[in-house]
């Protein structure tokens, strides 16, 4: 009984000295897993300062980059309507730091009500668009002063069902700027008033100058008139003022009963010589009178019709340049014989005319040798004919002058100047066109006139 007993009492023992090992094995365990989680927490715990720690520095980075840039800072609560502004935001906008939350009314209110519809449509807009940022411009009550301001944002958290919940932006002041850009208006509004100014002055000055020279241009072409008048007159008063002695001279000889027949048929032979000499320089005189009214003509008796300018300018050359009386002057015609003109058909002879004599007389000079080149096509809505020689050439210091009237360069050798006058009275006259000269000494002269088709 007593090895049962001692037996049953070991076993016992045993299962206590079993279980305390367990239970203090457990113990351990559970100390070692508190510590595993003490580090761990001690380790969250660090990193959560530290996240912390380097969110307040990046949100201390970002504020001093916005606000020492002189920008403000807002942030907006959408859905409870309150805002913050950061210290240089309220001092942009004047507010108290009492509101450094303020809400959306209040800020609304501060707007310029011209501004106002702008910003809102603006805002609301943004908040409707899931990217992209808003940026306006306004004016804002500061104090008594209204200040401008440039507003910029974007929303920064939208719910599951994409609808605002927060957004961020700055403010800057842009007074300055917008203060610039009036005084750069009124500057430029009033550069142009100058310049509107200035272009009427000029406007006015060249009226002054195309009058003068008008005024100019008539004078010399009175002169020339004049001039060219004067031979022609001073003949016929002279021959008139002869035969009116003669005839006085005649009357008193035959009152004194002194006149003979010798002194009659004298008499009647100087007077018949007086009378030609007065039709030939009346003549004269008709015929500068003829060319100078046509300088002022401004319609032809003919009607406009339909023509081929080919065969009419062939015909007109071989009138104006029979080979038996200029054997030495060639003709270049390049006319497409197609071409049909809705015109004046003798204007354009007239034109031609003028240049021929011009060449025979001036281009060539009065040499029986030399090559004519007339050719006409169409150019666009216009009619380019260009008319050219290989004679002498017209002086540089010479082009500016050859179209005004009674400019020659053979005063006193039967030369009128009045030929070159007529063609530019002709081109811009009646066919409503452009000449212009191109030439160089020695080297020949061409006309290039352009007129419209039709």
């Known amino acids: 009984m007593l090895a049962q007993f001692r037996a049953m009492v070991e076993r016992d023992l045993r299962q206590i000295y079993n279980d305390k090992a367990r239970a203090q094995e457990d113990a351990a365990l559970r100390a070692e897993e508190a510590e595993r989680v003490r580090r761990e927490f001690d380790l969250l715990r660090a990193g959560e300062q530290k996240a912390l720690q ?31 502004f950061s210290p240089r935001c309220r001092q942009l906008l004047g507010l ?6 303020a809400g959306f009314k209040l800020w609304q209110t501060g707007i310029h009500p011209d501004d106002l519809p702008t910003v809102l449509a603006d805002l609301a807009s943004h908040l409707r668009q899931p990217q992209g ?93 004049a001039h060219e008048l004067n031979t022609p007159i001073g003949n016929i008063l002279l021959c008139s003022s002869q035969i009116q002695a003669d005839v006085a001279g005649i009357v008193k ?33 008709g015929d500068l009178i003829s060319r100078f009214k046509q300088i002022a003509v401004d319609q032809l008796d003919q009607p406009r019709r339909s023509f081929h300018p080919a065969k009419i300018m062939a015909k007109l050359l071989q009138t104006l340049l029979p080979p038996e009386h200029h054997p030495g002057i060639r003709i270049e015609l390049q006319i497409p014989q197609e071409l049909v003109l809705e015109n004046y058909p003798s204007a354009l002879e007239q034109l031609v005319s003028h240049l021929v004599a011009n060449s025979l007389a001036h281009g060539f000079d009065g040499r029986n040798q030399g090559m004519i080149r007339l050719s006409m096509q169409r150019a666009q809505h216009n009619i380019e ?27 006193g050798q039967g030369g009128v100047g009045l030929g070159l006058a007529l063609v530019h009275n002709i081109v811009h006259v009646i066919l409503k066109g452009q000449v212009r000269l191109e030439s160089e000494t020695r080297q020949g002269a061409s006309f290039i006139i352009t007129f419209p088709a039709e």
């Open 253 to 285: 000889a035959d009152a004194d009963k002194r006149l003979s027949r010798k002194t009659l048929q004298e008499f009647l032979e100087k007077t018949a010589e007086s009378c030609e000499l007065l039709q030939r320089n009346s003549a004269q005189a």
């Open 133 to 225: 940022s808003f940026v306006t411009e306004h004016r804002f009550l500061k104090g008594e002063d209204w200040v401008w301001l440039l507003g910029r944002g974007m929303v920064v958290s939208r719910d599951a069902q994409g609808q605002p919940l927060r957004m961020i932006g700055t403010y800057s002041d842009i007074s300055e700027r917008k203060q610039a850009e009036e005084e750069l208006q009124l500057l430029n509004s009033h550069l142009e008033e100058r310049v509107a100014t200035r272009t009427a002055e000029l406007k006015k000055a060249m009226q002054q100058i195309s009058s003068a020279e008008k005024q100019a241009a008539l004078a010399r072409m009175v002169a020339g008139m």
């Open 54 to 84: 380097a969110l307040r520095e990046s949100e201390e980075r970002w504020h001093f980059a916005l606000e020492g840039a002189g920008d403000g800072v807002w942030d907006w609560d959408i859905a409870s309507g309150d805002i913050f």
């Open 96 to 101: 108290s730091r009492a509101a450094e939350i």
């Open 385 to 411: 004919l260009r008319y050219s020689d290989d004679g002498k050439g017209i002086d540089g210091e010479l082009q500016s002058k050859v179209f005004d009237p009674f400019f020659t360069t053979r005063m």
